[in-house]
């Protein structure tokens, strides 16, 4: 079960990093889904069904469609993406995740002793 709970939190941030690198609009709003998909299975693991449901049927099923709809409806327009130009996008979601797997590692030596 640990293993699978690990699992499930590689995709979710392989798929949020995947939603902010992403040059197509169309694949970042899919990659949003994904994200908020593992995001509900992680709260199904955590013991919290009804936060899990509750994110499945209004973020994933409500609002990311209304993203898709009006992505389709104004078109993809692929906005080039420069970071060399701002070094702070790359190093702030990098921090995000090492604060994440520190907390991570926190509470797993905690659980353990």
Do not use: R
């Not at 994200?35 to 990311?64: D, K, P, W």
């Not at 327009?77 to 995000?96: R, T, Y």
């Amino acid at each position: 079960m640990e293993i699978t709970f690990f699992i499930i939190f590689a995709v979710l941030i392989g798929s949020g990093l995947s939603v902010i690198l992403q040059k197509s609009s169309m694949a970042s709003a899919i990659s949003l889904i994904v994200n908020l998909l593992s995001m509900a299975v992680l709260y199904f693991f955590l013991g919290s069904q009804l936060l899990g449901a509750t994110q499945v049927i209004i973020y994933a099923g409500a609002i990311v469609v209304l993203f898709l709809f009006v992505i389709m409806i104004f078109g993809n327009k692929n906005l080039p993406v420069d970071l060399s130009k701002n070094i702070l996008v790359f190093f702030i979601p990098v921090i995000f995740i090492s604060l994440i797997v520190f907390a991570l590692f926190l509470w797993t030596s905690n659980a353990a002793s």
